[in-house]
T-cell receptor, first 116, second 118 residues
Framework: SAVISQKPSRDICQRGTSLTIQCQVDSQVTMMFWYRQQPGQSLTLIATANQGSEATYESGFVIDKFPISRPNLTFSTLTVSNMSPEDSSIYLC?????????????FGSGTRLTVV | AQKITQTQPGMFVQEKEAVTLDCTYDTSDQSYGLFWYKQPSSGEMIFLIYQGSYDEQNATEGRYSLNFQKARKSANLVISASQLGDSAMYFCAMREGWYSGGRRALTFGSGTRLQVQP
């Protein structure tokens, strides 16, 4: 199954600024998924990123706030724009894969964001 | 309606005992996949086990097994011989519409925090 390198692992940012999170996959994948996990909560899908097309956003998430790039089949970025303390969360990227004929989704190690 | 329901916010288990974490799901699709992930305090998501809706046998991965009851729409995780390192959050997740081109991302339950006591 794929290995994902996600950066940064954590950051503390000032409100009103933006942070770009990167995910690099060691193999080519069609889709990459971006999730947000607010403190004490479960994972919520932000968007699905396909190479060569605009990302598909879930209800409650908009491109202006969470722009996503997907320049090739192994890389994607998520930007959290004009941050407020409510954006303090763990952000995770994920890809679909398989191992031993079983499907599994691999996740990056997460970006723990604190907005002050 | 919730797609994935985990009714146990927290569970305690003694070291070396077995524990069952509950998960029920709601879907009208015939083809779907069910997953369990472990999330330690570090925040990473660790894959534990997968069950396809057409799999006739319950999935097993080492100390983890999935008690799949399709008619009841339940997919409980059983951890045998609990270890202190099993203390973490556990999430049940589902992917629907496997063959019908449905959304390919996972939908997660609210999670269960498991604490293993020595």
């Amino acid at each position: 199954s794929a290995v994902i390198s996600q950066k940064p692992s954590r950051d503390i940012c000032q409100r009103g600024t933006s942070l770009t999170i990167q995910c690099q996959v060691d193999s080519q994948v069609t889709m990459m998924f971006w999730y947000r996990q607010q403190p004490g909560q479960s994972l919520t899908l932000i968007a699905t990123a396909n190479q060569g097309s605009e990302a598909t956003y879930e209800s409650g998430f908009v491109i202006d706030k969470f722009p996503i790039s997907r320049p090739n089949l192994t890389f994607s970025t998520l930007t959290v724009s004009n941050m407020s303390p409510e954006d303090s969360s763990i952000y995770l990227c994920s890809v679909e894969g398989s191992r031993d004929r079983a499907v599994r989704y691999t996740f990056g190690s997460g970006t723990r964001l604190t907005v002050v | 309606a919730q797609k994935i329901t985990q009714t146990q916010p927290g569970m305690f288990v003694q070291e070396k005992e077995a524990v069952t974490l509950d998960c029920t799901y709601d879907t009208s699709d015939q083809s779907y996949g069910l997953f369990w992930y472990k999330q330690p305090s570090s925040g990473e998501m660790i894959f534990l086990i997968y069950q396809g809706s057409y799999d006739e046998q319950n999935a097993t991965e080492g100390r983890y097994s999935l008690n799949f009851q399709k008619a009841r729409k339940s997919a409980n995780l059983v951890i045998s011989a609990s270890q202190l390192g099993d203390s973490a959050m556990y999430f049940c997740a589902m992917r629907e519409g496997w063959y019908s081109g449905g959304r390919r991302a996972l939908t997660f339950g609210s999670g269960t925090r498991l604490q293993v006591q020595p």
